[in-house]
């Protein structure tokens, strides 16, 4: 089977052809508009989906040597996301299957992430804990076998990459804030500054980053009533290196209480070099095994969305014309 995948949750255009077996086109064209906002503006991102949409379908066609044709299926994010970006995905992909007669199915976003390791790794042991973080989403899942769900824990206020928008911002540095953050601490002391750690002594396998956040803009407050330029580097680093502790002692424990053969990352934040480095070696002295998506797999990206609905639709899975976008569409424990 020859997939179509269709990503346009947020402010990247993606398309993708996956088969059995590997990636065979995978475009992604970011929106360089909202960086001088500071953020994702929701009106430019849609407007920009519906521009760029077709010509970005086509390419990936091209770059993988087919025509509409060769397609057996179809794939598209259906949430969550921006109502306007989502929405300009999944009209697209209804009228393309009508057009064409073919399967199509919508895919929840964050399962897309989390089966993006298989693009990279085909064998993976599980059980497994699988980390899930990203810019809007914190959520550490056990994964019984593929497609099967059960939520052990989520962020309770804000998620991992969000804090690194925050902090970036605080800094007044450049977004998206997780590279900048990453680019500033190669040079910083992660044992400069202490900062918290929150829900490390609780019982469970949820997460608070708004604190850590809090904690940065106090400090730099603080060192700026003093007359004191504060020390981009260390901060960077410090703040870097709190969020990488929660995210691995959460996930280790859970692999260790659920007997997990596996530990997987997937979600933007995960493409941090010293997460992914900290990660891996603690896996190694935990003797589980360890996987990761490919660092452009990790971000918003069709692949995984197309990986994703060949996983479902080769069991027979479809979605019908009646199916809406969801902007608020949570992750949730799978039914068996």
């Given at each position: ?53 077709a010509p970005i379908v086509q390419e990936a ?276």
């Open positions: 089977m020859n997939i179509l995948g269709i990503e346009t949750s947020c402010d990247e255009t993606s398309a993708a052809v996956v088969n059995e077996q590997s990636i065979l086109a995978n475009i992604i064209a970011t929106q360089s508009i909202h960086q001088k906002y500071g953020g994702v503006v929701p009106e430019y991102a849609s407007r920009a989906h519906i521009i760029k949409l066609l091209h770059t993988a040597g087919m025509d509409f044709r060769d397609l057996d299926g179809l794939a598209v994010t259906f949430g969550p996301g921006l109502a306007g970006s989502l929405l300009a995905g999944l009209c697209f992909c209804k009228g393309l299957a009508l057009s064409l007669n073919i399967p199509w199915i919508g895919i929840n976003h964050i399962e897309g992430h989390i089966v993006a390791v298989h693009a990279n790794q085909q064998n993976i042991d599980y059980p497994a804990i699988c980390l899930v973080a990203s810019g809007g989403h914190t959520i550490l899942v056990y994964i019984k076998e593929p497609l099967h769900y059960r939520i052990l824990g989520r962020t309770i206020d804000d998620a991992a990459g969000e804090a690194f928008d925050k902090v970036a911002k605080i800094l007044g540095l450049p977004y998206p804030g997780g590279p900048s953050v990453e680019k500033f601490a190669q040079t910083g002391n992660e044992a400069a500054i202490r900062f918290p750690r929150a829900l490390l002594e609780n019982d469970n396998y949820n997460f608070s980053f708004s604190g850590l956040k809090t904690a940065v803009l106090y400090y730099v407050e603080s060192l700026h009533k003093q007359g004191i330029e504060a020390p981009m580097a260390d901060i960077c680093a410090s703040f870097q290196k709190a969020v990488i502790d929660v995210l691995a002692q959460k996930s280790f424990n859970a692999v260790k209480e659920y007997r997990c053969k596996s530990l997987i990352l997937a979600g933007g934040v995960v493409r941090n070099t010293p997460l992914r480095e900290n990660f891996r070696e603690l896996a190694r002295h935990s003797q589980v095994h360890f996987y990761a998506p490919a660092p452009d797999l990790c971000t918003d990206n069709a692949a995984m969305i197309a990986r994703a609905g060949y996983m479902r639709l080769i069991q027979n899975q479809r979605s019908d014309f009646m199916l809406d976008v969801v902007p608020n569409l949570s992750f949730t424990d799978s039914p068996n």
